[in-house]
């Protein structure tokens, strides 16, 4: 997979003047084009430590909230990633992609809305997917099968069945029109649970068909957005822990 130019910047080779010693929490506003391990790499290289982890996968096109567990928080991995998560994206109706976001390849030609199509349909339809819900996880995932990621089989052009999942959801919200296929939603839910095959599914009971077009993460358990860092930013161990937040925290 291509990454940014950024990533390549923050790539080049680099000798620490000094190695991060303390533990805790360095809450990243990952830039879309960064899967989230290329985000520790660039972490583990400025920190001089191995002992770096994340709180919960960003898909490389989505921003947003990455918590970096640094040292002895790596131990509190499952806590943080147990908190709710929270997104707010757009979506495009009318056309389907085998990565159920823009970054793969279009399914079919641009289907027409329904003729009596009217944006209450999409606020009502929504609601139908608040609370507990059975939910088949994209091909394009990680999620194994048989040991592999599924996103293996799908690259390969292989099939494989997969089986649906039971996850939870808060809220599922329609916002602003933005042109005629284009809409703004907000989606507040538990672990485990896809943004890009909520919109998909959103699509598919329409009669038509969605895709995620920009997906941000705004809250990761007790993380929010307002305190999270550019990646950019952070050139020295100094940097890091400046915004490095404690166990407590989580």
Known sequence: ME??????????PFYPRERLDESGILVIDKPAGLTSMDVIRVIRRIAGSKRIGHGGTLDPFATGVLPILINHATRLSAKVMDGVKEYV???VLGISYDTQDMTGTPLHEMKPLPLDFKIEQLHELAKSFVGE???LP?????????GRPLYDYARAGE????????VFVESFKIGERLDERKFEFSVRCAKGT????LVHDLGQKLGSAA???????????????DEAVQLSTLKY???IKSHLKPLTAI
């Open 89 to 91: 994206g757009t979506f």
């Open 138 to 146: 994209p091909m394009y995932s990680a999620i194994k099968k048989n």
């Open 211 to 225: 895709v995620v077009e920009t997906l941000q993460r705004t809250q990761t358990g007790a993380f929010h957005i």
């Open 194 to 197: 896809y943004v890009r095959t």
């Open 3 to 12: 990454v940014s130019n950024a990533f390549e910047v923050q790539s080049a």
């Open 133 to 135: 819900i059975s939910q």
């Open 159 to 166: 099939t494989v069945a997969v089986e649906a999942r039971k």
């Open 237 to 239: 161990v100094s940097d």
